[in-house]
């Protein structure tokens, strides 16, 4: 299959990740927050693991010792989306901020744009660190949109008019995707520029938000509720990385 057709799927798999808030906050709270607390907790091990053990060895052997620019760019850009767009990752609750609809919509919008540009470059090294990259955005995805659509509706929206809104801002990812698809065809130099830039970008999600919301919502009785999946997205990454690349 063309690289092109791998990228653009991978896109709209990760796009159609916004439903999933609207059938998760159908749950009852009590279960949707055992659900969004798993699923968080799996999303930073996947997170870490790729980008340490994939993503980062890919963007050393293209860019070098250079890399590390791009890696610690990475991590600063994204404290900096955070904190001046008004960029909401929280997993549970608004925890008393209201963000209007307008601001959810465009950081999520802007965060699948990076997420269709990482995407894109990771095919267009191999398949195979394109799949785990796409596994990794895909993980982290799940729990952000659940969290951007409680925010929208919180803000006042119908469920059905949140879940179009996320599904439009989700689409940016595809055009992320052919844009940088198209860019990289010219100026394949930069790609491990942007492996480098996507590590920094999974390592801050992981270290900044997913695992200081596991510690955040820590209770002796789910330990082990959040650990497992913890160690079970740690462990599918590893193996997944060890196949693929063989």
């Known amino acids: 299959m063309p690289i092109l057709s791998l990228i653009i799927i991978a896109s709209l798999f990760v ?70 767009l008004l960029w909401f990752h929280h997993h549970h609750e608004p925890h008393g901020v209201k963000p209007t ?28 660190i394109g799949f785990t990259t796409t596994l990794a955005i895909t993980a982290h995805e799940i729990p952000q949109e659940i969290a951007d659509f409680s ?4 803000g006042g929206m119908k469920k059905s008019t949140a879940l179009l809104y996320n599904f ?14 198209f860019y990289f065809e010219r100026f394949s130099g930069a790609i491990g520029t942007v492996l480098g830039f996507t590590a920094g970008m999974f390592l801050y999600i992981a270290c900044s938000d997913l695992i200081p919301e596991m510690h955040k919502d820590f209770a002796k009785q789910r330990r082990w509720q959040q650990t497992l999946p913890f160690i079970a997205g740690v462990s599918i990454m590893w193996i997944l990385t060890l196949v693929l690349h063989e």
């Open 15 to 84: 796009s159609a990740i916004s439903f999933v808030g609207g059938f998760v906050l159908t749950e009852k709270r009590s279960q949707s927050s055992q659900i969004i607390s798993s699923l968080v907790s799996f999303a930073a091990g996947v997170m870490l693991t790729a980008a340490l053990l994939d993503v980062f060895p890919e963007a050393l052997e293209k860019a070098g010792i250079t890399v590390t620019t791009p890696v610690f760019l990475g991590v600063l850009s994204f404290f900096f989306l955070e904190r001046f």
């Open 101 to 128: 609809s307008l601001l959810v919509i465009i950081g999520d919008g802007l965060h699948n744009f990076i997420d269709g540009v990482a995407i894109a470059s990771s095919f267009l090294v191999s398949p195979a």
């Open 151 to 154: 925010l929208l509706l919180a």
């Open 168 to 181: 439009l801002s989700g689409l940016t990812a595809l055009i992320g995707a052919v844009a940088a698809f």
